[in-house]
């Protein structure tokens, strides 16, 4: 069933009466019936758990020096598959809506749904719920592979240790954010290239603008950058030059925030 016919019914069922909860089970009905939804977060639950295996399975704790044991983190180690597998779910966020709008289904959403920031909230409640429950699934899963995969003599962490379970939650919502922020880039955008073009250099690039500047500008920057502030999230302990995890996290949603208030706003201001 494609998405004009989803569209058309729930047209037929809301016209003149719809509301928040039909039409985001018309967006549920979309996303759960386009095969690349599950296959990003099953390549995303991949990533995240292989890549935990492999980066804790092949530390080398007995040959690290005095520093790096003082400064080994096996909690925030177990999540460096965030770094390639959140872009997967941005590219999920992205092609939430702009596939959409390059089939043109997008006109007969909102045939059914005229209040288009009702239908980006809609979608962002699915969105956000499903790449939720993705992202912290695949967190315990790589907080527990990674520290089976650690030898001896490395420490192990442990849920119950200080900032553990909150690191491992963190983790799993950062790439739910991403998500919400490819979603607003979409629907700014609307073209899945540029779209996605534009969230690999909001993610990486951005960093790399920084690079030649001042290790004081740099250190400031840092805080502030999507890519950068996932070490704040996911780290036990604390991380020089960095916010501390829950303001990290609060400014994390608010650039989601900021990007959905800008795809929204845009969506009401151009023809679909």
């Not at 409640?125 to 695949?138: C, D, K, N």
């Not at 315990?140 to 650690?150: H, I, N, P, V």
């Amino acid at each position: 069933m494609n998405t004009a016919t989803l569209g058309y019914q729930a047209a037929g069922r809301t016209r003149g009466r719809y509301g928040f909860r039909t039409v985001a089970r018309m967006e549920w009905q979309k996303l759960r019936t386009v095969r690349s939804t599950w296959s990003i977060v099953a390549v995303f639950a991949a990533a995240m758990i292989s890549l935990a295996v492999l980066a804790l399975g092949h530390e080398n704790y007995a040959q690290l020096s005095a520093a790096g044991r003082a400064s080994f983190d096996p909690a925030s180690n177990a999540f460096l598959g965030l770094v390639p597998s959140q872009l997967l779910l941005g590219v999920l966020g992205v092609l939430a809506i702009t596939t959409e709008f390059s089939s043109g289904a997008i006109r007969a959403t909102f045939a059914a749904a005229p209040r288009r920031r009702l239908v980006l909230a809609a979608k962002a409640a699915v969105l956000g719920a499903v790449t939720l429950a993705a992202g912290e699934i695949s967190a315990f899963a790589a907080f527990s592979a990674g520290q089976a995969a650690l030898k001896a003599p490395a420490p192990h962490a442990t849920l119950g240790q200080p900032g553990a379970l909150r690191a491992v939650v963190l983790a799993g919502a950062y790439p739910a954010l991403i998500a919400l922020i490819g979603l607003g880039i979409g629907a700014i955008i609307r073209h899945t290239a540029g779209a996605i073009c534009a969230l690999v250099g909001l993610v990486f690039l951005l960093p790399l603008l920084f690079a030649p500047l001042s290790p004081s500008i740099q250190n400031t920057a840092q805080k502030f950058l999507p890519d950068l502030m996932r070490n704040s999230l996911t780290a036990v302990r604390p991380v020089a030059h960095m916010l501390s995890p829950w303001p990290t996290f609060g400014l994390l949603c608010a650039y989601a925030l900021v990007a959905l208030a800008a795809g929204a706003w845009t969506l009401d201001r151009r023809d679909a």
